[in-house]
C-alpha cells in the first residue's frame, strides 16, 4: 500500500482481520514507525503509506487497574495497558493470572481472545503461559 | 501582542450547587446567568457573545441563545470536557481585544444528581478501549494513578490527603456540599472501585451551574464588583483515549501552565491560590507537577499531611474542589468563579489572605484537555 486506498478504512481492515482471527498492528512505510491504534495516516511523519504487519505479540505491562464488582455481577475483571515490542501501546485484558498478581512490567503474550458481549478482542496472558 | 491584562471577569455567579430538585440542566445554567449578570450590573441585551458546552447538548450554544432571547455575533461551544471554560476566557479575551465583542458571558450547568445520580455523558467508550470495559472514565484515571504510584513510589495515604484537604476547605465553605468531618482513614476504608482509586478519591456527583461575564478592561471598573483580570491563559490537549497517552505521569499541563505563566509573566512561586480540576485525587497531584509547583514524581510529598490543606504551604480548591464542593460533571467553570471570589476578598472563611494571583486549571476527557487561565487583581497589571 503506498497511499491512501479505496475500499474500507482502517478500522474496518482491523476488525475483518480480527474477526478470522489475525491480529495485526500498521507500519509506516515512510519513516518505520508502528502504529496502534489504526489510522489513515501516519502520527509520526503524515504520511499515508501505513501498511499492515505482524507484530511479535510479545509485550509488557505499563499499567494496570482491577475493576471491582460484586460476584452476583459477574466479579472482578482487570484493564492494563501494554506496551508491545513494536513500540505501541494498547488497552487490554490479562488472562491466566489473578488480577492482583498483575503488575507494572510483567512480560505478557498476545492473542485473539473475546472481548466485551463476546466480540473478537486482542488479550494478553503471561510469557511461557497461564500462571 | 499579548492578552495579558486585556479582559476582565465583571461578574459571577452561582445556581442550584448540591440538588436542584425539579431543574433541567439548561435552568440551572440561565439562573446562573441571571445572577451573573446581576453581580455586573449589566442588562441581558448587552450580551453579544456567548459560550457553554453542556454534557448531553451537542448545540447548548445554540439552545443558550434562544433561551436567553440573543442573537449574539459570536457563539461558542467549544467542547474539550471540563477544561472547556478555561478555554471560553480565552477565546473571549481576544474578542475582546479585537472588538469584535464588547460583552462575553460564559455559562454551564447541569442536573445530573438529581436526573441521574450519576454521570451524565454523551461519550460511549472508545473503539479500542471498549472490549475490555473500563469504568468511564474513572479506570483511565485509576490507570494513571497506578503508574504514578509505580514509578513514583506515590502511596495510597498521599492520594488520601487530596480528598482530606479538600473536606477540610469544604468544611469553611457553606456552600460545600459535603462538610463532615473526613479522615485519611476513612478514604483508605472506602470502596474499592478501581484499584487503586476508591470512592472517597473520586469527585461528587452534584447538580449545579455557574456563569462568568468579561469584557474588556478598560472597561472593567465600570461595574459594581472588582474586576479581576485575565493576565494569561494556555492549552495542551495529547490524547483523546488513555490509550494513547504518552506518558501517564506527564499531562498537558506541562504546556498549559508554561504558556499561561509566560503571558502573564508570573512563576508558580508568586501565585497566591490555586484552583485544580480535582476529578479524582490523582489529578491534583499531577497538575501541581505539571504546572510547576513541586517536581515531577514528588506530587504525593507535597500534598501529604495537610500541605495543601488549610494551614499548609499552598492553598489548593479552596471551595473544597469537585471532591467536597460541587460536581455537576464538567467542573473547569468552578475553578473560575473560587478564583474569582478568592481575588475579590469574598471568600468568607476560607479567604486567603491578600490573595492577589490565582492559578484556575480545567481537566477535559481523561487527562486529555488541559487548560490553565491566570488571574490577578488590580494590583497586578
Redesign the interface.
Known sequence: MTGIEKGPGP?AVFAAKLAEGTFEIQKCGGCGTHV??PRVICPACGGADLGWVAPTGRGTV???????RKPERGGD?N?V?VDLEEGV?????IDGIEHDRI??GLKVTASVGE??EG?P?VVFEPEGGAQ | MSLRGKAAIVGTALAGCGEAHGKGAMEITIEAVHGALADAGIALGEVDAIATCQPLDMLSGLTLAQELGLSPKFTMNNRMGGSSFLSHTLWAAMLLELRLADTVLICYGSNQRTASGKLMTALGLPTYEAPYRPLFPLSSYALAADRHMTQFGTTREQLADVAVAARAWAQKNPEAFLRDPLTREDVIASRLVSDPLRVRDCCLVTDGGGAIVMRRSEAAKDHPRPPVYLLGGGEGTTHRDISEMADLTETGAVQSGQTAMEMAGVKPADIDVVQLYDAFTINVILFLEDLGFCKKGEGGAFVANGGIAPGGHLPVNTNGGGLSCVHPGMYGIFTLIEAVRQLRGDAGDRQIDSAELALAHGNGGVLSSQVTNILGTDATL
Do not use: E, Q
Not at chain 1, 505499563?62 to 471491582?68: I, L, N, P, Q
Open positions: 478500522d496502534f491504534h505499563y499499567a494496570r487497574t482491577v475493576v471491582r475483571y484493564v495497558l501501546r494498547m488497552m487490554s485484558r503488575v507494572t472481548g466485551a466480540k478482542a
